[in-house]
């Protein structure tokens, strides 16, 4: 038994992307207003590889899109159907809702084609995900997972700064977004794993409230039944890599309201009385506010650090500006 596996380490990709950066400001009576903004594009593509022969095509790397390790993304055809391919993943299907349609072996699963495909990576139990079959072979193994999502680093990165000054008042904001881009959330989010501490997204579980597979809250749950361990954890667990699907990796695009700042200049009469040049009293605010679709309190910047790890720092600050 052998594989015929690569013999050198080289490549060549081409890269193509756009950067531009567009400012204006001007002045309508005592009202000076300015904004700029600057935006960045980037995708490259594997034009040439000497890489291991894949076990099904849709797991060639040639033609892909890398970043950086071995996470690799593409706009690939498969099925007439154009997606855009990033990790290779497990695609979810529905989660498991009949016992007398678990299959108990891959054999089992060609003999009664109404069941669920095999799951190879653990016992498959009621509320655990079945993922779809993509090979055909009725049973779910390592082959079944397909590059259909981005990867962290976005595609854009794009930020927008704007300011105002009006007769001693004056108000700056900066945003930030990151686009194109899809992220990992840890299983541990939804149930106490891994010495780590389930958060308020258990209650988005499959059984969370009840086990019946015909409650609502289980037909719509966003998260697998929370279970641990290598032989039952078919949809979530570290050891086998079965994590590895759409169920944890996630649209991570995010805008956020980086900096603010509110100031006002006291008139300069009023303050020569006190020999004073200046005197600015102003608010500033960092991290104030961010927009995604991940859960509350998990920061889109780092996601797999859940939010019970450090928290990202929301810092508001007063002060006085005072010169002689």
Known sequence: MGVNVA???????????????????????????SFETNFTFNRNKITEMDETEPNVEWQRKTGRRIYGDEEVASIYEWENRTVIGGWNIFQFDQWASDESLIATSQQDAIDHPEKY?????????????????LDGDRQITSNDMYPSTYNSIPEIVWSFNLGFEYKGFDARAVFTAYLNRSVFLSPAISFSG?????????????????DDPTDERNINATYPRPVYG???????????G???????VV???????????????????????????KCRIYFSGYNLCTWSKLPDGVDPEKPMSYCWWYPKTRTYSFGLNIGF
């Open 7 to 33: 013999q050198d380490s080289y490549g060549k990709v081409e890269s193509h992307g756009l950067e531009f950066m567009l400012g204006h400001q001007n002045n309508i009576g005592d009202f000076r207003y």
């Open 117 to 133: 495909p095999y799951n190879t990576y653990g016992t498959q139990l009621l509320g655990t995900a079945v993922f779809k079959d």
């Open 194 to 210: 891994w010495s780590q501490m389930g958060t308020h997204e258990v209650t988005k579980a499959w059984g969370y409230y009840t």
């Open 230 to 240: 290598g032989f039952n954890a078919i949809d979530s667990d570290y050891a086998t």
């Open 242 to 248: 079965s994590y590895k699907n759409n169920i944890w």
């Open 251 to 277: 649209n991570g695009n995010y805008l956020a309201l980086r900096n603010i700042e509110i100031g006002y200049n006291l008139p300069k009469k009023l303050i020569a009385k006190a020999n004073m040049t």
